[in-house]
């Protein structure tokens, strides 16, 4: 489960969106990182930045940080479906399998029509089940 970004937000220049994006779609995780800390030093309260924030920390494996950035992310912004499904993608590559259906339930239920959440949701199913099975 590869995090990709995918985002509209009018409080912030596109054009920022799309380099960051470009940034962690090429591999640069590191400096999209360190650019979206910048960008949240001026716009602290964005739900997108933080996003952005957290897939670079899910990308260089860093999950613990990562973890942290969505739960504040979700204290500010309890409806953000997108924090609780990247919430359940680390948990499911930590190998928290319940911990993931449990965020990636939260998604579907604050986006009725988020697909991958829906999918991720199967696939941590799909892990649960061969896990019982051993």
């Not at 009018?10 to 999209?32: P, R």
């Not at 979206?36 to 309260?45: A, E, G, I, S, V």
């Not at 609780?84 to 319940?98: A, E, F, M, P, T």
């Amino acid at each position: 489960m590869t995090s990709k970004i995918k985002s509209k937000n009018i409080h912030i220049d596109q054009k920022e969106i799309e380099s960051l994006k470009n940034l962690i779609n090429a591999g640069k995780i590191a400096d999209a990182e360190n650019r979206t800390r910048k960008l949240l030093t001026q716009k602290p309260d964005s739900k997108i930045l933080m996003n952005i924030l957290g897939i670079s920390l899910i990308n260089q494996n860093k999950f613990d940080e990562a973890i942290e950035v969505y739960l504040k992310t979700i204290k500010s912004n309890p409806n953000y479906a997108e924090a609780y499904s990247n919430l359940g993608n680390i948990y499911v590559r930590q190998g928290k399998i319940d911990e993931s259906i449990n965020y990636f339930q939260k998604a579907i239920k604050n986006k009725r029509d988020f697909t991958k959440a829906y999918n991720n949701l199967g696939v941590a199913y799909k892990k649960k089940r061969n896990l019982q099975r051993l």
